[in-house]
């Protein structure tokens, strides 16, 4: 089965977490470290997706692959990863994750959707109710709907359907998936009552993987959009565990179409 999104078509992370898993599949039992992938072109919802995995390089300590994702012989989604084998060296961590409320109290996005649906779009309220596997739990409940100028929103989330995964390889195609969840929001943020976004389409998406993390667990999404212009706008972001160490970044770059 394939999500789906706003813009009527397959969620992008969807394509994300199952080329690297698929990748992952020919690549030695080792994690993930960083991909680039490049939406091409809209999945349709109801049509399988076809992936065909790339050996690029196996060396002693790297390896990297291509992915490409398709449907009816279409390619939708192209993505090049690499994986890693752990060895020694320094460590450090500069940034620091917010001093936020954890996850316990907070209502979880379907409720907020109940609760501030009339300060909403009717299609946005109907989806944020619908069923989704990842779970949302917003730090500003405002700012679901609130035409901030900050471009900035934090929250938590994870997916409880992930707890009977075992593989770290796998939680990270997972997270892969819900890296892509919200993100190129904040680049509308702040633009709402100016003009009416018709849609939102994610272009590329990258992420760095910092350190291992289970898709189940509580994890918090620091994200912001530095620019945007042209139709376009960046969005970036950072996952930190409960414990306030760094698991991932991530950047991606999206289309806006405005009414």
Same mark, same amino acid.
């Given at each position: 089965m394939n999500l789906d999104n706003l813009a009527g078509v397959t969620f992008g992370? #969807? @394509?994300l977490g199952q080329a690297l898993a698929a990748a992952g599949r020919t690549a030695p039992d080792w994690?993930?470290?960083s991909l680039s992938g490049y939406f091409l072109r809209g999945g349709v919802i109801d049509l399988p997706i076809e992936f065909e995995v790339r050996r690029l390089h196996d060396g002693r300590r790297f390896a +990297?692959?291509? =992915?490409?994702? +398709? #449907?009816l012989g279409r390619p939708i989604f192209s993505m090049l990863c690499s994986f890693h084998d752990p060895d020694g060296g320094v460590s450090h961590q500069t940034v620091t994750a917010p001093d936020v409320v954890g996850p316990a109290g907070l209502a979880n996005l379907q409720q907020l959707a109940v609760s501030q649906s009339d300060l909403l779009a009717p299609a946005v309220a109907g989806i944020f109710q619908r069923p989704f596997p990842i779970e949302v739990r917003l730090i500003d409940p405002g700012s679901l709907h609130q @035409?901030?100028?900050?471009?900035r929103r934090d929250f938590w989330f994870r997916m409880p359907s992930a707890q009977d995964v075992e593989l770290p390889r796998d939680h990270q195609a997972l997270l892969a998936l819900m890296s892509d969840y919200w993100l190129p929001g904040?680049?509308?943020m702040g633009?709402?009552? =100016?003009?009416t976004l018709r849609s939102v389409a994610s272009l590329n998406h990258s992420i760095w993987f910092h350190r291992p993390a289970r898709a189940d667990a509580w994890l918090l999404y620091t994200t912001e959009s530095p620019w945007a212009d042209e139709g376009r706008g960046l969005s970036r972001g950072l996952i930190f565990d409960q414990q306030k160490?760094? =698991?991932a970044t991530v950047t991606q770059e999206a289309s806006l179409r405005w009414m």
């Amino acid at each position: 089965m394939n999500l789906d999104n706003l813009a009527g078509v397959t969620f992008g992370g #969807q @394509a994300l977490g199952q080329a690297l898993a698929a990748a992952g599949r020919t690549a030695p039992d080792w994690r993930a470290t960083s991909l680039s992938g490049y939406f091409l072109r809209g999945g349709v919802i109801d049509l399988p997706i076809e992936f065909e995995v790339r050996r690029l390089h196996d060396g002693r300590r790297f390896a +990297s692959r291509f =992915v490409e994702a +398709s #449907q009816l012989g279409r390619p939708i989604f192209s993505m090049l990863c690499s994986f890693h084998d752990p060895d020694g060296g320094v460590s450090h961590q500069t940034v620091t994750a917010p001093d936020v409320v954890g996850p316990a109290g907070l209502a979880n996005l379907q409720q907020l959707a109940v609760s501030q649906s009339d300060l909403l779009a009717p299609a946005v309220a109907g989806i944020f109710q619908r069923p989704f596997p990842i779970e949302v739990r917003l730090i500003d409940p405002g700012s679901l709907h609130q @035409a901030t100028g900050e471009h900035r929103r934090d929250f938590w989330f994870r997916m409880p359907s992930a707890q009977d995964v075992e593989l770290p390889r796998d939680h990270q195609a997972l997270l892969a998936l819900m890296s892509d969840y919200w993100l190129p929001g904040t680049i509308a943020m702040g633009h709402q009552g =100016v003009r009416t976004l018709r849609s939102v389409a994610s272009l590329n998406h990258s992420i760095w993987f910092h350190r291992p993390a289970r898709a189940d667990a509580w994890l918090l999404y620091t994200t912001e959009s530095p620019w945007a212009d042209e139709g376009r706008g960046l969005s970036r972001g950072l996952i930190f565990d409960q414990q306030k160490r760094l =698991v991932a970044t991530v950047t991606q770059e999206a289309s806006l179409r405005w009414m």
